[in-house]
């Protein structure tokens, strides 16, 4: 990723200033990759923020932030990640519905110096995810530096729509970051007073934009605060996708609520402002009690931005270009979320130890522990989850694996732009409750499980999590089935052995083989493979998973020195 770094306008070219504000810095868009192998490098660097100060950073392959990975439904794609960051991590692909050994949650540590590389089948829709660090206690410290990128993916069905989507042109990535700054500068993990928002790492900057329909994919890659976005003059926008899909149809709106976490795509009809400067604006009075960047909360940290309104950015509207697209289409999608008859229920209650705490939060009554599985499921099944919040600010609640339906919010139907599919909610204060529809789907893993969490990354850090084991059908009788129709062997590797053979009946050949040490760290994938090099394998115990078309199994093998 190359960013154009034009911090600021000379003050050698007055003209061309006249009438503007003197913070002309131009925001950047990331750079795009795309196809089957997606190379990123986590690295530590340096970015100048401010005029001749050197904040030091986290980025991937570049200073802060990373490119923007560019996915198709349906395709194949490797990501290698290499770390550099002398120090342990993890990358989530935060909303992408892959297997628990590819989601990069904390149970897939990446040790510093090493690649990981997990490689999947990308079945989700169209719309706007996001990749980050999730190693357990240090997110916060990874992902406030700067560690995080997009991921946008396309399918047919969003293709054939006249929508906007030349990148960078009409069709712009906006990552929103409160940030706390201290007196040198320096970005602070102290994510409670958090004093400054970057977009896409610039402050208070300025995007240069065609009088047409633009859309505009605005992520909260925030820690901690929430965004009440919208423009300083009311200007009405169009909320046409949610976290993981697009809406039924356009809803109009003037503003926008967005968690961490959270993303929409919006569209915004600039036909009639060529020439003009557009603020595209935090309305931090607006945002409900106990949100935090809204209104003080009662025992909770103040940051100087809190409950205030103020410019996140500046549209400077030009000529529209050669195929502007000009309408905005009535309909969109068919959103139709699973059937509730048949769900079993789940609850979980978010709380704070006192009860007035505003760092210290539990999932009922727990914290999280990486060794304690909170509860297994099984796919296929479909759930109805209840979130209950009875601490005094609202949490961004977040699941990995799949996406959900929200079928309430307070007990009422939650408003149009909620009604697509997410993989983050907010779940409101004081009592506030939410209820959301999901189903496992396609991936089970015996080992390693799916994450839950607050997405304010202090809470996530300090345990606000918890995990799941989703089995495969009907409580492990296909896996059974699996283990019966696959051999391994040898189980005890001798000194001096080269491979391990893998056979299979007709129909369970392996798809994907997945090798883990005694820790559960991955040493090794390999796809449509019948034999592994033991030198790969650590000495011990070493776990094997077989994933074929009809099910998983699981073999131990014990490498002798
Ligand atoms: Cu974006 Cu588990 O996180
Ligand atoms: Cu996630
Ligand atoms: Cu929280």
């Known amino acids: 990723m190359k960013f154009n770094f034009l911090n600021k306008i000379p003050i050698a070219i007055p003209l061309f200033l006249a009438g503007q504000s003197l913070a002309q810095t131009t925001i950047l868009i990331p750079d795009t990759l795309a196809g089957d192998v997606i190379n990123l490098t986590l690295q530590n660097g340096t970015r100048e923020f401010y005029p001749g100060v050197a904040t030091k950073t986290i980025g991937y392959n570049g200073n802060f932030l990373g490119p923007t990975i560019i996915l198709n439904q349906g395709q194949q794609v490797t990501?290698?990640?290499?770390?550099?960051?002398?120090?342990?991590?993890?990358?989530?692909?935060?909303?992408?519905?892959?297997?628990?050994?590819?989601?990069?949650?904390?149970?897939?540590p990446v040790m510093d110096?090493?690649?990981?590389?997990?490689?999947?089948?990308?079945?989700?829709?169209?719309?706007?995810?996001?990749?980050?660090?999730?190693?357990?206690?240090?997110?916060?410290?990874?992902v406030v530096k700067g560690a995080a990128g997009l991921i946008i993916v396309r399918d047919p069905e969003e293709t054939?729509?006249?929508?906007?989507?030349?990148?960078?042109?009409?069709?712009?990535?906006l990552v929103f970051q409160w940030k706390t700054f201290d007196s040198a500068k320096q970005i602070v993990e102290m994510d409670e007073v958090d004093n400054e928002v970057l977009v896409n790492g610039t402050i208070n900057g300025t995007l240069h934009l065609p009088a047409q329909v633009v859309r505009l994919r605005l992520l909260n890659g925030s820690s901690h605060r929430f965004f009440d976005f919208g423009f300083a003059d009311n200007l009405t926008f169009k909320q046409i996708a949610s976290d993981a899909g697009l809406l039924d149809a356009p809803v109009s709106m003037t503003r926008l609520i967005l968690g961490?976490?959270?993303?929409?795509?919006?569209?915004?009809?600039?036909?009639?402002l060529q020439?003009?400067?557009?603020?595209?604006?935090?309305?931090?009075?607006?945002?409900?009690?106990?949100?935090?960047?809204?209104?003080?909360?009662?025992?909770?940290?103040?940051?100087?931005?809190?409950?205030?309104?103020?410019?996140?950015?500046?549209?400077?509207?030009?000529?529209?270009?050669?195929?502007?697209?000009?309408?905005?289409?009535?309909?969109?999608?068919?959103?139709?979320?699973?059937?509730?008859?048949?769900?079993?229920?789940?609850?979980?209650?978010?709380?704070a130890q006192p009860m007035m705490s505003m760092t210290n939060f539990f999932i009922n009554g727990l914290k999280f522990d990486m060794e304690t599985v909170n509860f297994n499921t099984q796919v296929g099944k479909t759930e109805i989850w209840t979130i209950t919040n009875q601490t005094m600010m609202a949490h961004p609640f977040h699941i990995h694996g799949m996406h959900f339906y929200?079928?309430?919010?307070?007990?009422a139907t939650p408003p149009a732009n909620l009604r697509g599919r997410k993989d983050v909610v907010v779940v409101p204060p004081m009592n506030g409750s939410v209820k959301l529809?999901?189903?496992y789907e396609a991936f089970s893993d015996p080992h390693i499980p799916y994450m839950y969490h607050c997405h304010i990354l202090s809470h996530e850090d300090t345990g606000m999590m918890g995990q799941f084991i989703v089995n495969s059908a009907s409580s492990g009788t296909i896996e059974n089935?699996?283990?019966?129709?696959?051999?391994?062997?040898?189980?005890?590797?001798?000194?001096?052995?080269?491979?391990?053979?893998?056979?299979a009946d007709n129909g369970w050949e392996p798809i994907q083989i997945e090798v883990y040490d005694q820790d559960g760290c991955l040493l090794l994938t390999e796809r449509n493979a019948t034999r592994i090099a033991v030198d790969r394998l650590a000495s011990g115990m070493n776990s094997i998973q077989i994933f074929t078309a009809r099910g998983t199994a699981v073999f131990k093998v014990v490498k002798t020195n």
């Open 406 to 411: 929200v079928l309430s919010v307070n007990g």
């Open 79 to 108: 990501l290698n990640l290499h770390n550099q960051l002398s120090d342990t991590t993890t990358t989530h692909w935060h909303g992408l519905h892959v297997a628990p050994a590819n989601d990069g949650s904390p149970h897939n």
């Open 481 to 503: 089935a699996a283990q019966e129709h696959l051999r391994v062997s040898p189980t005890l590797l001798a000194p001096g052995l080269e491979k391990v053979e893998i056979s």
């Open 275 to 351: 020439g003009s400067n557009l603020k595209f604006q935090q309305f931090g009075t607006q945002l409900p009690q106990g949100y935090p960047g809204g209104p003080m909360m009662m025992g909770g940290m103040t940051g100087p931005k809190d409950n205030t309104d103020f410019d996140l950015l500046t549209i400077q509207v030009g000529a529209p270009t050669s195929n502007a697209v000009t309408a905005i289409p009535a309909t969109l999608t068919t959103n139709t979320a699973w059937p509730q008859a048949g769900a079993s229920s789940r609850s979980f209650g978010l709380s």
């Open 437 to 439: 529809i999901l189903r």
């Open 160 to 173: 054939a729509m006249n929508l906007p989507r030349t990148y960078g042109v009409d069709d712009i990535p």
């Open 260 to 272: 961490s976490g959270e993303r929409a795509e919006i569209l915004v009809d600039l036909s009639e």
């Open 113 to 142: 110096g090493e690649t990981w590389s997990p490689s999947f089948t990308v079945m989700d829709k169209a719309a706007t995810y996001w990749y980050h660090p999730h190693l357990h206690g240090k997110t916060l410290n990874q």
